[in-house]
T-cell receptor, first 111, second 117 residues
Framework: DAKTTQPPSMDCAEGRAANLPCNHS???????VYWYRQIHSQGPQYIIH???NNETNEMASLIITEDRKSSTLILPHATLRDTAVYYC????????????FGTGTKLQVIP | GAGVSQSPRYKVAKRGQDVALRCDPI?????LFWYQQALGQGPEFLTY????????KSGLPSDRFFAERPEGSVSTLKIQRTQQEDSAVYLC???????????????FGPGTRLLVL
């Protein structure tokens, strides 16, 4: 698995955009970028994934740099319920590959 | 539809006791994963099943840990002779499987919090 690097913590004001960075400089050509989040006392929740194009769904947007060595997860209007640990993971899209979560970024949304 | 469910949600065991943790994956999901999560850490991989076959058990920390999925649906993680260092949250996740061609997103249950005294 390619390793990822994330800041350990970030704060964001409620209603503002939260931009969570992730570095994955050793990503392989067939590896996708996945984002999960884990709200306190719950299991991780899948958010979004992408290969090289930017992606958007009802939860978030994912911006991947052209060289694919880094990405940013964007929560456009953060709410208090978005306070969680956010994990950036790289892995192949299909098939089996062991997933390594790391320690993620603790996002605190402040009222 | 129903998500991944796990039982019990909380388990307190005395050191040396055997425990069994159950996971009910999403119906039709071929792949099933078990993770261990220590306080303040990310989930750590334990083992992977594709249907009833256990294809990767490289993350199991010792031979006291055993997992099975005999009919390719429900899975049980068993820990024998529990030790205090086994205290953690045990997470189960399922996904459509490697042949689905899909994104491979894993869907997690709420976890079982195990405390060994």
């Amino acid at each position: 698995d390619a390793k990822t690097t994330q800041p350990p913590s970030m704060d964001c004001a409620e209603g503002r955009a939260a931009n969570l960075p992730c570095n994955h400089s050793t990503i392989s050509g067939n590896e996708y970028v996945y984002w999960y989040r884990q709200i306190h006392s719950q299991g991780p929740q899948y958010i979004i994934h992408g290969l090289k194009n930017n992606e958007t769904n009802e939860m978030a947007s994912l911006i991947i740099t052209e060289d694919r060595k880094s990405s940013t997860l964007i929560l456009p209007h953060a709410t208090l319920r978005d306070t969680a640990v956010y994990y950036c993971i790289v892995r192949v899209g299909g098939g089996y590959q062991k997933v390594t979560f790391g320690t993620g970024t603790k996002l605190q949304v402040i009222p | 539809g129903a998500g991944v469910s796990q039982s019990p949600r909380y388990k307190v065991a005395k050191r040396g006791q055997d425990v069994a943790l159950r996971c009910d994956p999403i119906s039709g999901h071929v792949s099933l994963f078990w993770y261990q999560q220590a306080l303040g850490q990310g989930p750590e991989f334990l083992t992977y099943f594709q249907n009833e076959a256990q294809l990767d058990k490289s993350g199991l920390p010792s031979d006291r840990f055993f997992a099975e999925r005999p009919e390719g649906s429900v899975s049980t993680l068993k820990i024998q002779r529990t030790q205090q260092e086994d205290s953690a949250v045990y997470l189960c996740a399922s996904s459509l499987g490697p042949s689905s061609g899909g994104p491979g997103a894993q869907y997690f249950g709420p976890g079982t919090r195990l405390l060994v005294l």
